[in-house]
């Protein structure tokens, strides 16, 4: 008999979302087993029927992650009436993927996609300090104690939280490099605005070891394994699928 995981970790494993919006989901009462409105805590496995939203999840055989350049106008969601463009859209891949770590509609650059809700956790989760390095440019000349407002750590009084400290160095006039090791909504800009600054453009460019290289925007390849495999190493040494499914 195929061993029986938690739910969560089940649609995690699928790529449907990371265990967290999992447990939403089961929750708000979208996942159904069986033909049953699903329960916190429930134990499945593969043989059983499982859906959310009324789709049929299928367990992935083998983790996959994608790098994407997301361009500017692309927004990252799955399901919105109203967006005129998502990232669906665009990248045609026969595995169902998603995000970790969202960029706003008007900035652009790196975007990592992959059929696991745990890598995707583990890369979000903010104790584990992750690098992510962006160019911004904003809308006045950029001077000595802006870059050390912004190296030292911002006070962000509409979210009642003072980021963490992070590199920082000035590229041009008007843009910088900044590394961040945590994911606060909107932060670069509002730590800009904090200091008295606007962003008029944001590129993300790395995340942890994986860099938009040459991609071109809308363009995506697939990691090679190696890289992969130290993406999960780098996560808590979380276990990858093979490609018979098993861990």
Request: with cysteine.
């Amino acid at each position: 008999m195929e061993q029986k995981i938690r739910l969560n970790k089940y649609l995690a494993h699928c790529g449907v979302c990371s265990r967290r919006d999992a447990d939403r989901l089961i929750e708000q009462g979208k996942v159904s087993v069986n033909g049953q409105t699903a329960q916190p805590g429930q134990m499945v496995s593969g043989q059983d029927e499982i859906t959310v939203s009324g789709k049929r999840v299928q367990e992935s055989k083998k983790t996959v992650v994608l790098a994407f350049y997301k361009p500017v106008g692309i927004i990252c969601t799955e399901r919105d009436a109203h967006a005129e463009k998502m990232i669906a859209d665009i990248i045609k891949y026969p595995l169902r993927v998603t995000y970790a770590g969202r960029l706003d509609k008007d900035s652009e650059g790196l975007l990592l996609l992959t059929n696991d809700g745990d890598l995707i956790q583990g890369m979000m989760r903010g104790a584990n300090r992750h690098e992510k390095e962006y160019v911004v440019r904003v809308n006045k000349e950029i001077t000595p104690d802006f870059l050390k407002k912004m190296a030292g750590g911002v006070y962000l009084k509409e979210l009642d939280v003072t980021t963490r400290e992070c590199g920082i160095r000035q590229k041009g006039k008007f843009t910088f490099h900044i590394i961040l090791t945590q994911g606060l909504n909107r932060q670069i800009k509002r730590m800009c605005e904090a200091c008295g600054y606007r962003v008029r453009s944001l590129k993300r460019i790395r995340v942890m070891h994986i860099t938009l290289g040459n991609l071109k925007p809308g363009e995506y390849y697939e990691l090679p394994d190696a890289e992969v495999e130290r993406l999960y190493r780098d996560c808590g040494g979380l276990e990858r699928r093979n490609a018979d499914g098993k861990l």
